[in-house]
């Protein structure tokens, strides 16, 4: 190994079509190589983490993979449910904005009074108050029409899964586009088991790989799991797993 190696094998590695580097969530196994002893360290913090003063609750692993494949995927839209303070918004706006690509950022969240001020005032992002159990009221069909692709989706608040993955695959998911569903780790729901208070949200949370799976079992062919950045840091090294998908 040298220099000039790690560079090769950087270039080869992201080769999109490299035998091995979408896999189907069959041949994948709800495990990870991080030990479950060191997401504790890892995420007890992770809300106390910020971007340009905002909370963004992402894991550590995914601050350096998202940006990554933003930049692969030069995404025109993202679409993100669960909005939270608009820190997460915010920050794939400031991606996008870093390698010049002209996307645009929705945002959805049952309660968008937590937003913070600069997110409120940030016009890059569309901020929309709606309800993941009737999402097609917040993404109807004629605004999922007109939205440019390719799209990344990111599925962050952890209520009605199935059904949010059943939408947008009928309704506008493309061969090319990006789906990723955040907190599928199965080991992190436990860390704040005892702690938060919104009980239908730790109980679909923790449930989250299983209907996952379970939804991926009948769209195998479909949807993808790209190794290339959910093994970067060992097998599904993330607090995501086994669910950075690409629609082939
Ligand atoms: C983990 S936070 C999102 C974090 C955000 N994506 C980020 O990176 O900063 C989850 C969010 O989902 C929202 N949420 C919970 N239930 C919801 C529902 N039924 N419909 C829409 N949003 C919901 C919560 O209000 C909360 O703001």
């Keep these: 190994m040298n220099y000039q190696t790690i560079i090769q094998q ?10 091995d580097r979408f ?12 030990p479950t002893d060191a997401w504790k360290p890892l995420l007890e913090n992770s809300y106390l983490q910020t971007w340009k003063g ?10 350096a993979l998202y940006p990554m ?6 995404p025109k839209t993202i ?22 690509i002209e996307g645009r950022v929705h945002s959805v969240d049952i309660d968008l009074s937590l937003l913070d001020e600069k997110a409120k005032a940030d016009s890059r992002i569309n901020f929309i108050q709606g309800d993941c159990n009737n999402i097609s009221a917040a993404f109807p069909s004629e605004l999922l029409c007109a939205l440019p692709h390719p799209w990344l989706i990111i599925e962050d608040a952890h209520i009605n899964l199935a059904g949010i993955l059943e939408y947008f695959h009928a309704s506008g998911l493309r061969s090319g586009d ?3 569903v955040e907190d599928t780790n199965k080991v992190h729901w436990g860390l704040w088991q005892d702690s938060w208070d919104d009980r239908d949200e730790m109980e679909q949370g923790a449930n ?3 209907d996952l799976r379970d939804w991926l079992k ?16 060992g097998y599904n090294g993330s607090k995501n797993w086994n669910s950075i998908l690409k629609r082939v």
């Design 208 to 210: 989250k790989m299983d």
């Design 178 to 180: 990006y789906l990723i």
């Design 23 to 34: 896999v189907k969530i069959s041949d994948r196994k709800d495990e990870c190589d991080i």
């Design 54 to 63: 905002i909370v963004l609750p992402k894991g550590i692993t995914e601050m």
């Design 79 to 100: 679409i993100e449910i669960g909005a939270f303070n608009g820190g997460g918004a915010i920050w794939l706006a400031d991606c996008l904005d870093v390698f010049g």
């Design 218 to 233: 009948n769209h195998e062919d479909e949807y993808m799991i790209d190794t290339y950045y959910q093994d970067m840091y």
């Design 69 to 74: 494949l933003l930049y692969e995927l030069q």
């Design 10 to 19: 950087a270039q080869h590695q992201q080769e999109p079509l490299k035998a």
